[in-house]
């Protein structure tokens, strides 16, 4: 469906025509009209499916309806919430490129930043606010920000979002929100969690699903290296050296630690890199994902909570050097590459103890994944999993130490 079909605007549609979109992605073409409705609505829909869009554009359409001509904000209208820093700053730069034939001002809070310029632009005034849950209360806490007039509500990746532990913190932003009029709920899955949360967020809402969580996208071609887990980076090494070569690529990896080793690695051995995960300042996780989009880098290497939602255009690759436990995760991990009709890869380092999950995964999308045969380290198809056993103390039961002997006080 093109966007002229829907009933939007002349200004918002010269804003959409302005990203150099025509035709709405079928989540799209779901959850724009419930919204222009004024439904609650609960749409699941895997990464780069469109999502931001989907409410963006049908809230800037009500909203630029009621504030007409007015320059200067007189409330805050809409609040989005978003797990993490940069997928709130990627959600405000979305609605501002949406909203640049408008008068509609949006803005962004997050923690890991300064207070100061945040405060300066809440006492500007917005209509739209996109923020983190915990610096959106020490906002509110401060005298910041006023959620009485807030009559939209979002909540963006709400499985990401309980994952992380927001659960405690957006049940109060609900409960200081008291003037709702409206309702939304994007998630990548609906789990258990997540139903239960949208019972007591959402009134009769409209349950939108677009394509099974449980397929890959089929631009995405999929390879799987059966390697012993002590030689993953060799494997890393050769690959980049003969496989993606300048391309780009995003590296997962289960943890922090993980992706600072795979980092060093990579950088130690010539290649642009730079990493992505929780423990790293707000300035730098900003400049390396700048410096990935502007081809500085042509590598990032990450952990599932720092790249979640994050939008890179044309990736190239990506490679679970990890394969996640979850079957779901390694769908929303390929799913960064093979987007908007573009052919990607996904590559699968699978050591011995690793040989379930990939079943999980495979029985979970219904096909396998193709054995690469052409990998300089391959695992003996014998191989068993590694059991690292505790080991016990070499001492005797009950065995004391010279000190402690040395130092009984006798009561006699």
Known sequence: M?????????????????????????????????????????????????????????????????????????????????????????????????????????????????????????????HILVATPGRLLDLRKQGYVNLDEISVLVLDEADLMLDMGFIDEVQKIIRLSPNLEQRLMFSATIPPKVQDLAKTLLQNPERIEVSANSSAAKEVVQNLYLVPKPDKIELLLFVMRNVIRERSVLIFRRTKFGVEKALESLTRNGFKADALHGDKAQSDRTTALNRFKNKEVNILVATDLAARGLDIDLLDFVINFDIPSQPETYVHRIGRTGRAGNVGASLSFCSADEKTYVKFIETLMGEKIPVEENNPYPLDKDAKPVVHKKKGSKHKPGRKGSGSKANKKRWY
Do not use: C, W
């Open 2 to 126: 093109l966007f002229t079909e829907l009933p939007l605007s002349q200004p918002i549609l010269d804003g959409i025509a302005e990203q150099g979109h025509t035709t709405a992605t079928p989540v799209q073409v779901k959850v724009i009209p419930e919204i222009l409705r004024r439904n609650d609505v609960l749409a699941s829909a895997q990464t780069g499916t469109g999502k931001t869009g989907a409410f963006a554009i049908p809230l800037l359409q009500l909203l630029n309806k009621k504030i007409g001509d007015e320059t200067k904000p007189k409330e805050l209208s809409v609040l989005i919430i978003s797990p993490t820093r940069e997928l709130a700053v990627q959600i405000d730069q979305n609605i501002k490129d949406y909203a640049k034939f408008t008068n509609i001002k949006s803005g962004v809070v997050f923690g890991g930043a300064s207070m100061q310029p945040q405060i300066n632009l809440l006492k500007n005034g917005l």
